[in-house]
């Protein structure tokens, strides 16, 4: 996760964290919390307390919208490339999971 140490955090950190996720990955780059394993809780720790924000926000814009909405539903069922694309739980698809993951956290306004 070389990006984060230059500031360019963005939706490709969030697919090779979510690529890691899935491959089993041990690197401690992707390790976030340091709990010597890559999971879940460390795509919880960058998009929440990194990105600041929450699963939904597609362009990651700190809210979560009609637009962000539309985003899942255009690809809904289609095998996607990642986050930008509407797939917010890595597993490659816009689908279901994804609309309820948006559906959850719709409105969502990060405070600044
Ligand atoms: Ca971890
Ligand atoms: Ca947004
Ligand atoms: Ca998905």
Redesign the pocket.
């Known amino acids: 996760m070389r990006d984060l140490y230059y500031g360019r955090i963005d939706a490709r950190d969030i697919d090779r964290l979510f690529t890691a996720i899935r491959s089993g990955s041990d690197d401690p780059a992707f390790d976030l919390d340091q709990d010597s394993q890559v999971e879940r809780s460390d795509m919880d720790l960058l998009v929440r307390e990194i990105l600041r924000t929450e699963y939904g926000d597609v362009n990651l814009d700190g809210h979560i919208g009609l637009d962000n909405f539309r985003v899942v539903r255009s690809n809904f069922g289609e095998e996607v490339a990642g986050w930008g694309e509407g797939?917010?739980?890595?597993?490659?698809?816009?689908?279901l999971?994804?609309f309820l993951l948006l559906k959850s956290n719709f409105g969502f306004f990060r405070d600044d």
């Open positions: 797939d917010l739980d890595g597993d490659s698809v816009a689908g999971t994804d």
